[in-house]
């Protein structure tokens, strides 16, 4: 009996201290000091380890180490679903939001506000493509030598710009030595802007708006200002190039459809080929002028210019100019120069050969216009000079309707002085002699003008005594009377003639038979 008790007692320590063992094995509740390097809080056959309160699950670890919240199948590392009247994550620091997943989709970085509908809110630069800490740029993005940086696409506006101070910028963009800054395309309008100052404003060290499209290039439109605007340093402000159209075409409702300038240039605007104008005016107030002065001997003056038949030149850089076909009339420069220095004006022009125009593709054509570029900075050093001289014919207009009335005034004081002469042989007023019935002829000195020596060539009746008269054309005043031998030809010395307009008569039987002009120039 006593062995049986023994026994007894012995098992019942034995079972005491093993449960004694396991219970010291169980995490408490209210912490555990018996937790070492090989303590473990999970589960070690596959099962789900999972976490209830109000005996609903809020939280699980799969068995594959998955971690979910509001989920009882994740599918990623950290997974969470959230109900629609709860923000999935909020992250502070020192209990300011600066991560939140709103429950409306979208998210908010930097703020605690509320962002857009399954948008983005970010208060503070942002950075892409770069390992820069602190961007400058509230969005800096950065992309490779062969990708883009930024793709933007929408039905309304894919991208859309705009500063908040007077001279700020909405979109400004810098591209390499031989890139593009901003390029478009679409299939009605690359770029469409608008602003109080410049509706697009672009510089460059080649081109700083360059358009291709099948119906305007450029096309701009302002309400007080400039449709198109351009500025160069040493080339075209606007270079405008057609196939079919026209390479530049501009229209003002109320204003001036184009206005060009020059500040220290010598033409505000040139034109290779003609001009066709329905109309047009030259400033003339008497405002804008002073030192005002009346023309002398205009008649002289004109007198001393060589009109010239001729065809322009089209061999060599000349053919480069597109200068007019046919056969034209004018003056050399060169000549008129002699007589009018101040209507002729020299300057240099620099030519592309045609076949050398740059001709850029459209952006759809071409995904790249560095080539295109480089070609065009490599004709830029190819254009030669050529120096060439111009004729200001509207100021020869002056001096053609004073050179009329100079002839008008010396012809009213030859009528006059003829009327005396005639009045003085008295005839009545009217002349004997009928120089085509009497066979009398007075032809045109040789050389006319005349520089110092000319010959006169007439033809008398036998038997008849004749005489030349030579008289300043403006005063009527006789100068020179010199017999006329009946053979036909006689010479005159002009040298002590002063430069000048003059009228010779011929003398027949003391009548006056014919007369003729004669103009001594040096």
Request: aromatic share 8%; charged share 15%; proline share 5%.
């Amino acid at each position: 009996m006593k062995r049986i008790l023994l026994s007894c007692l012995l098992l019942s320590f034995m079972m005491g201290e093993s449960h004694a063992q396991e219970a010291t094995s169980f995490w408490n509740l209210s912490g555990n000091s018996n937790a070492n390097s090989s303590s473990k809080l999970g589960t070690t056959n596959g099962v789900h380890l999972r976490f209830f309160t109000n005996n609903l699950e809020r939280m699980r670890i799969n068995a594959t180490g998955l971690v979910s919240i509001g989920s009882a199948t994740p599918n990623a590392k950290f997974y969470v679903n959230s109900p629609a009247s709860v923000d999935p994550l909020r992250i502070l620091v020192n209990s300011s939001t600066k991560f939140l997943i709103h429950k409306n989709g979208g998210v908010s970085i930097g703020l605690n506000q509320t962002p857009p509908h399954n948008g983005l809110l970010v208060n503070g630069n942002v950075a892409f493509g770069t390992t820069e800490l602190t961007p400058f740029y509230r969005l800096q993005v950065i992309g490779s030598s062969n990708t883009n940086g930024i793709l933007a696409k929408g039905s309304a506006y894919a991208i859309q710009a705009e500063s908040i101070i007077d001279y700020g910028t909405g979109v400004f963009s810098i591209a390499g030595k031989n890139g593009t800054g901003i390029r478009t395309y679409a299939g009605h309008t690359g770029v469409s802007a608008a602003g109080n100052a410049y509706g697009v404003y672009a510089t460059s060290e080649h081109t700083g708006i360059y358009g291709s499209g099948t119906v305007y290039g450029v096309y701009g439109i302002t309400r007080f200002g400039s449709g198109v605007f351009g500025s160069s340093s040493s080339g075209a402000g606007i270079y405008g190039r057609s196939f079919e159209g026209y390479g530049g075409y501009f229209t003002s409702l109320d204003g001036t459809g184009l206005f060009a300038s020059t500040t220290n240039g010598t033409f505000a605007a040139v034109f290779e080929g003609q001009i066709y104008s329905f109309g047009s005016f030259q400033s003339s107030d008497q405002k804008i002028k002073k030192n005002v002065q009346e023309v002398e001997n205009a008649l002289t003056l004109i007198n001393q210019l060589k009109p010239k038949k001729y065809e322009f030149r089209d061999d060599a850089m000349y053919a480069k100019l597109n200068l007019p076909k046919g056969n034209h009339y004018g003056l050399l420069a060169q000549e008129v120069e002699e007589v009018l220095p101040d209507l002729v004006r020299e300057s240099s022009h620099k030519v592309l050969p045609p076949e050398e125009v740059p001709v850029l593709p459209s952006p759809a054509e071409a995904p790249s216009m560095q080539d295109n570029v480089l070609k065009i900075s490599q004709q830029e050093g190819k254009k030669e000079t050529i120096s060439i001289k111009a004729v200001n014919y509207t100021e020869l207009i002056p001096l053609l309707i004073k050179a009329i009335q100079e002839q008008q005034e010396t012809i009213s004081t030859l009528s006059e002085r003829i009327a005396q002469l005639e009045s003085a042989s008295g005839t009545g007023g009217k002349s004997p002699l009928d120089p085509t019935s009497s066979g009398i002829i007075l032809e045109q000195n040789h050389p006319n003008p005349v520089d110092q020596t000319t010959t006169f060539r007439y033809r008398i009746p036998e038997g008849s005594l004749a005489q030349i008269h030579v008289y300043e054309a403006n005063s009527g005043k006789l100068l020179k009377t010199i017999p006329a031998p009946a053979e036909g030809k006689i010479q005159m010395n002009t040298s002590n003639l002063p430069t000048g307009h003059y009228i010779y008569t011929l003398t027949v039987n003391g009548k006056i038979a014919a007369s003729k002009h004669m103009m001594v120039s040096r």
